[in-house]
Nanobody
Framework: QAQLVESGGGLVEAGGSLRLSCAAS????????MGWFRRTPGKEREFVSA????????YYADSVKGRFTISRDNTKNTMSLQMNSLKHEDTAVYYC????????????????????WGQGTQVTVSS
């Protein structure tokens, strides 16, 4: 199974950039679809972005499309989320997730699709 640890969160000014990383361990990492979710107090965990096992297909929530870029490096067992043009509304705890299921395109945004989760990293965008 995959074990995930996020890093790279912090405080950034609106309009700035931040890069999150997810370090994964486990024998099945290269075969797993992975994604990023975020949560703010009082709200459900929200889909942000996802990437298939090879990195050849990526998916984004409409709210971040054009600003965020997801990538992975299977040789290093890492996944990243480059966040540009950050907005105050992007403030949240960001979670790395991995799925051991075969996902169709519409399935990547579902919380239930993911089996392994990191502890989260706080991203705060100042107004």
């Amino acid at each position: 199974q995959a074990q995930l640890v996020e890093s790279g969160g912090g405080l950034v000014e609106a309009g700035g950039s931040l890069r999150l990383s997810c370090a994964a361990s486990g024998r099945t990492f290269s075969a797993n679809s992975m994604g990023w979710f975020r949560r703010t107090p009082g709200k459900e965990r929200e889909f942000v972005s996802a990437i298939n096992w090879s990195g050849g297909s990526t998916y984004y929530a409409d709210s971040v499309k054009g600003r965020f870029t997801i990538s992975r490096d299977n040789t290093k067992n890492t996944m990243s989320l480059q966040m540009n043009s950050l907005k105050h509304e992007d403030t949240a705890v960001y979670y790395c997730a991995a799925s051991q299921k075969f996902l169709r395109n519409s399935g990547y945004s579902s919380l239930s699709a993911y089996d392994y989760w990191g502890q989260g990293t706080q991203v705060t965008v100042s107004s």
